[in-house]
Structure formats: structure tokens, C-alpha cells
């Protein structure tokens, strides 16, 4: 199980525990993950506001680019670059007119692509190329009686919708919890958009709509949120101290990304948990696994 | 319903307003639309737009040129596509809203604080090929005038310190990726040929 790896700019700034949970849980797995070298920004969903989806897809377009002499697929984690870089791809295969105009733009720096690659989202991978077997075989702290909510967040399963999973109830995050031996619990609002990145210009719009999946989440007793999704995860983490503020709310819900809480049931080092960039603190629901600061 | 309400005003359509809208990259989908309404009982934001979707494809369709590029019903989306996934008629109503947004700033339509973040983050794609998240919020609030924006920026104090405290946040930047010139190539060609296409 070999992947070009596309880490994706938040993995370099707020998203650091994805990325330190993300490649020793890969590894643990049996999967090796190669770095796209020289990788730049795929644009996500807001290039194309400023430059059209043309240019913003010619930009994504330089990493399959770099990718494609290696020949694997590439493996996305961030569910904004997987939008961004699977819409790309689909395109470069299915519109030969586009596959044409883009090659001319590329050729500008020397390079071409032939639309071979295949772009995955690390749940996918997760489920299809590792198997939720391999993943229960391999977790050394069963977290038996944990109660988790599986926030799988708005454009993870909307991107390429019915080519895998359901675009509104998914299921795979939920296989992925149970299999580490915790208890998957009910969330309605697993898939609500968590207001994305309307924290500068209109944090009102993020504080409604955390509000509403913090309190689904709890609603379903879960003590703490996993997610694949740097956006939402930073969303939900920063904002509870202003949101309990500013809305007199009391949440404490930690939110974690899936591969931390794989990290801990793998018994990995806790270096790769990575615990102390979580805002919430995840100690107290991590207790009685005998998990302590 | 609203659409519908008795006003003093001359019915008077623009269809050149439609026609640019329609030439835009995903504008073609518009005329698809046949005013179901089921992007604006799905939509995320829905409560925060002046026009749900459906009403501003109707807009569009009648001309309404000031009203629409005016509008934040675009500058709302959060890019959740719901819209798109549940749209009967197939469609993605979500890249139309970026060839609005791209519309609006491209016409100087850019009062809603949405356009400075929009410019911030192409911004920092341009110079270093990356996104530095702490280079967009610097950009951002050069753009929209720390001033104007004081308050904002003290009151989201604890937030900032929340996430610096726990090395969310780096204060530099990453470094810049070596083929930044050769991404300034393909941006160009890329920006030129789509002036030769519309
Ligand atoms: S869901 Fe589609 S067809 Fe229905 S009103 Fe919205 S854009 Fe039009
Ligand atoms: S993608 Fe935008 S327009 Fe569509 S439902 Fe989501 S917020 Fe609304």
C-alpha cells in the first residue's frame, strides 16, 4: 500500500496533530505514504472566487503533475484539498477540451498530465485498501466505553457524492470508531457544515452552526468529537471558550482527528497522538482508559 | 410570497445581465434551474443570505444586475454542497456561486467582508504557493482597515490565544515552494487562456 501523500497547506500551520497522528497511524497500517515533492496549494474552495475554477483547477493540476511519473494514487486527508483536487482530476479524465487547455497552461512550466492518477480520501483508504479487520487487529488499547461522535463534516462525502458512502449519513467514520473498540453514538448532525471559513468575515454563521453540532453530539452522549476535517476541527475546538462567551454555553467537548484517537488505540508513541494541541482538553474522557496528562 | 408582492415599480427586464451571468464558467446551469426551491430549504446558510439560491437564479434570469452583485447570497456559501448533491436537476449550484463571487470581485462588487478573505488567501497562493493561515488573517485586516476592524480583532484575543497556546498557530511563515515561478507561468497562461475562451 504505497500513496503519494498530499498533505495540504493546514497540515504545515493549524492542523499540526493530523499530520503527527497521521503518518505513524499510516505506518502502523502498513502504508506508506511519500510526500509530493514540492506540492503547492490545490486552491481549495476559495481560489476559484477570485480566478474562476479554470485557473484554480490548472493550479491544483501542478501536483498531479509532480505526482503522476511515480504512478500512485494520491492520498488526501484535508477534506477541502479532496474537493478541490478529486473535482480537478474527474475533470482532467472526463472533459477533453479542459484536459487540452490545461496541458497548454502547464506546458508553460515545462510540465503535462495525463489525467492516469487516482485521488483518494483517507476514510476511503481507510475502509477499502486497509480494512476495518486489519484496523481492529491492530489496536493494542482496545477504548472500550468511550463514546465518540463522528464528525465527518460537510465535503468529505458530498465531493464525488454515491461513489462512496452516503453524502448525508455516512457510515465509514462511525466502522472506523467502532473497530478501535469505543462506541460510535448517534449525530444527526454529522455531516452539517460547520461554517467553514466564515471565522473572519462572519463568525456569527460559525458559532450558529457549531453550536448546533456541539450540542447534537452531546445530545447523543458522546464525549468527544473525531474528525477528518482540519477546517472543522479547528472550528470546533477554538470556538468553544468564545462560543460558552458569548452564547453563556458550557461545552467541553474535545474534537480530535480520527488518526489521533487511532494513534492512542494503536499504542503508539504519544508523540503521535499529539494531546497538547488539542484547545479542549480530551483528559478527562481519556481517564479511565488510564490516560492521563 | 415575496416574488409575487404588488410594487409600483416598472416590470423591466435586463437580459444582457442574464447573458454575462450566463457566460461566466458554470453560468450555463442556471437556465436549468426550474425554481423547485430545494437548494434553499437545504442550504447551510440559507438564514444569513439576502436571496436563498433559487431566488437569485431568479433574479439573474430577470436582470436584476445591482440587486444581485450587491447581494452576500454568494459571499455566504460555505462551499458545504448540499445544494449540490440534492439539486433535481443536477446543478452545482455551489460553482456558480464562485463565478458570482469571481464576478462581483473582478466588477468591484467587494464591500462584504467575504471578498477581503477571498483576495487575502489568492493573495498568499501567489507569493509563496502555500496558505499560510496566519498571512491570510494579516492580509484580511490590512485589506477590510485594522481601524475599522479593532474591535473585531480584540475581541477575538482569547481565541488567538487559545490556539498559540497550544502551537496551533505558527508565527512564520513556511517557506516558499521552489517552483514558485513556474507556478506564476501557469497561473498566467491559465488567466490568459480563459480570456481568450469568454
Ligand atoms: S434545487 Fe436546483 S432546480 Fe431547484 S431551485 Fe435550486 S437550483 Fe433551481
Ligand atoms: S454549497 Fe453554498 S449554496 Fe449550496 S447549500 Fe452549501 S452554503 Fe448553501
Given amino acids: ?293 | 410570497m415575496a416574488d409575487c408582492q404588488v410594487s409600483p415599480e416598472a416590470v423591466r427586464y435586463d437580459p444582457a445581465f442574464s447573458r454575462e451571468v450566463y457566460a461566466l464558467e458554470n453560468g450555463p446551469q442556471i437556465k436549468k434551474c426550474m425554481q423547485c426551491g430545494m437548494c434553499a430549504v437545504s442550504c447551510a446558510t440559507r438564514a444569513s443570505m439576502n436571496y436563498s439560491p433559487r431566488r437569485l437564479f431568479n433574479l439573474i434570469k430577470q436582470g436584476k444586475k445591482e440587486t444581485v452583485m450587491k447581494s452576500n447570497t454568494m459571499w455566504m456559501c460555505t462551499t458545504c454542497l448540499m445544494c449540490k448533491v440534492r439539486c433535481p436537476r443536477g446543478i452545482a449550484i455551489v460553482d456558480v456561486m464562485h463565478d458570482l463571487k469571481n464576478l462581483a470581485i473582478d466588477q468591484g462588487y467587494v464591500t462584504h467582508p467575504q471578498a477581503a478573505f477571498y483576495q487575502a488567501f489568492w493573495k498568499e497562493i501567489w507569493s509563496r504557493g502555500r496558505v499560510f493561515e496566519g498571512g491570510v488573517t494579516a492580509r484580511y485586516f490590512l485589506k477590510r482597515g485594522i481601524l475599522g476592524e479593532i474591535k473585531t480583532i480584540l475581541s477575538m484575543k482569547d481565541v488567538g490565544m487559545d490556539m498559540l497556546r497550544h502551537s496551533r498557530m505558527p508565527l512564520l511563515p513556511p517557506r516558499k515552494i521552489k517552483g514558485l515561478g513556474d507556478l506564476h507561468k501557469i497561473i498566467e497562461k491559465a488567466r490568459s487562456q480563459r480570456k481568450e475562451v469568454s
Fill in chain 1, 1 to 293: 500500500m504505497r500513496y503519494s501523500f498530499y498533505p495540504g497547506c493546514s497540515m504545515e500551520g493549524t492542523a499540526v496533530p493530523y499530520r503527527k497522528s497521521v503518518e505513524p497511524v499510516a505506518e502502523a497500517l502498513g502504508m506508506e505514504l511519500e510526500e509530493i515533492p514540492d506540492w503547492n496549494c490545490c486552491g481549495a474552495t476559495v481560489a476559484s472566487g477570485v480566478v474562476g475554477d479554470y485557473t484554480q483547477q490548472v493550479v491544483a493540476a501542478r501536483n498531479f503533475a509532480l505526482a503522476e511519473p511515480r504512478g500512485l494514487d494520491v492520498l488526501v486527508a484535508c477534506s477541502s484539498c479532496f474537493l478541490s483536487l478529486a473535482l480537478t482530476n474527474k475533470r482532467f479524465q472526463e472533459d477533453a477540451d479542459f484536459h487540452r487547455a490545461a496541458n497548454e497552461a502547464l506546458a508553460a512550466a515545462g510540465l503535462k498530465y495525463n489525467g492516469t492518477l487516482k485521488v483518494r480520501q483517507i476514510l476511503e483508504v481507510m475502509v477499502n485498501d486497509v480494512g476495518i479487520e486489519r484496523i481492529r487487529a491492530r489496536v493494542k488499547r482496545p477504548l472500550t466505553g468511550l463514546k465518540v461522535a463522528g464528525y465527518v463534516g460537510c465535503q468529505t462525502m458530498r465531493t464525488l457524492p454515491w461513489e462512496f458512502d452516503d453524502p448525508e449519513h455516512p457510515v465509514v467514520l462511525d466502522r472506523i470508531i467502532e473497530a478501535l473498540g469505543a462506541t460510535a453514538t448517534p449525530f444527526p448532525m454529522k455531516t452539517r457544515c460547520c461554517g467553514s471559513s466564515q471565522t473572519l468575515p462572519a463568525e456569527k454563521i460559525l458559532m450558529g452552526a457549531s453550536r448546533e453540532i456541539l450540542e447534537s453530539a452531546a445530545e447523543g452522549g458522546a464525549q468527544m468529537i473525531v474528525t477528518p476535517c482540519p477546517m472543522c476541527q479547528l472550528n470546533l475546538d477554538s470556538y468553544q471558550g468564545r462560543m460558552n462567551q458569548l452564547l453563556q454555553t458550557s461545552f467541553a467537548m474535545p474534537v480530535l482527528f480520527f488518526t489521533q484517537l487511532m494513534a492512542i488505540a494503536f499504542d503508539l508513541p504519544p508523540e503521535s497522538w499529539a494531546l497538547k494541541y488539542n484547545i479542549v482538553s480530551p483528559f478527562q474522557a481519556l481517564a479511565p482508559l488510564g490516560i492521563n496528562r
